[in-house]
């Protein structure tokens, strides 16, 4: 016969589960000395072990398995193993079905990477730009919602009739994070006829780069080109200047009533970053 520690080795079961199962009568040892009160297993416990942690491992209750260790009746046992299997059965197809729509769902994030790559970065260069007339709007907000400045910036384009002449632009002033921005939006007007917030962007000579790609890769953009004004010994000299060319504004629209283009894919998004700078000799 083994010890109890012995014994706990051989079947990889902790001592202090064998003493409760030997408490509620689940599993008597073999023998206990009278004068040490050492619990003693033979062999054939080694069989009844493996019978409890296999119905455990089906999930069968402790008291259940009690009665099942306690009759000698194959019906018995064969019901609650089929009413078991039954269970286990339907637990099975609902492992299945969770893998599969998680085998679904890894394929939609799969294709919709796929279906959006990364930016196009065009070749960085200097451009000479001229005084540029343009209605602005400025406001601290949430990036969420700068679909909402947008349209107050043209609804009072169309109030105070001016003709636009350019592609809408942003300056951001400051982000507090990735949601809260200090934002400028310009569009170059005709004709003011000294309306309040048409202002003067500036003249001189940027650094430039385009993005072909979603909003969210214009950090890219960014990075390049500031990386770029450094090499060539150039300092910033004023805010970066975002010119949506091609983006959710579409190029025709009516400014009493405009709407963001949906139809159009992110990828095919083209804005262009300037950066005004100069000599730093």
Request: glycine share 4%; charged share 30%.
């Amino acid at each position: 016969m083994y010890s109890i520690g012995r014994f706990s080795e051989i079947c990889n079961i902790p001592v202090k589960t064998l003493r409760y199962y030997s408490d509620i009568g689940l599993l008597e040892p073999s023998y206990i000395d009278p004068e040490t009160n050492y619990r003693y297993y033979d062999y054939d416990k080694i069989k009844t072990v493996n019978k409890i942690i296999l119905l455990k491992n089906c999930h069968v209750s402790l008291n259940t398995i009690k009665k099942l260790m306690d009759s000698d009746d194959e019906i018995q046992w064969k019901n609650i193993l089929e009413d078991k299997i039954v269970e286990l059965e339907e637990q099975k197809e609902q492992i299945i079905k969770k893998i599969e729509e998680m085998n679904r769902l890894k394929s939609q994030i799969e294709k919709e990477v796929a279906i959006i790559p990364g930016p196009y970065l065009s070749h960085c260069f200097l451009e000479s730009r001229k005084e540029t007339i343009v209605y602005a709007i400025r406001e601290k907000i949430n990036i969420t919602f700068i679909d909402r400045l947008v349209k107050q910036l043209f609804n009072r384009v169309y109030a105070y009739n001016l003709v636009v002449d350019g592609s809408l632009m942003a300056i951001f002033h400051e982000r507090d994070n990735y949601k809260m921005a200090d934002v400028e939006l310009l569009l170059p007007v005709k004709n003011t006829n000294q309306i309040k917030n048409c202002i003067i962007l500036n003249k001189g000579i940027y650094a430039c780069l385009t993005v072909k790609g979603a909003y969210s890769e214009l950090n890219a953009g960014y990075d390049q080109l500031k990386n770029w004004i450094k090499h060539k010994n150039l300092r910033q000299v004023g805010n970066a200047v975002e010119i949506y060319e091609t983006g959710l504004v579409p190029l025709n629209f009516n400014s009493r009533d405009i709407r963001p283009d949906l139809n159009r894919h992110p990828s095919d998004f083209i804005t262009k970053i300037c950066i005004p700078v100069s000599s730093k000799d």
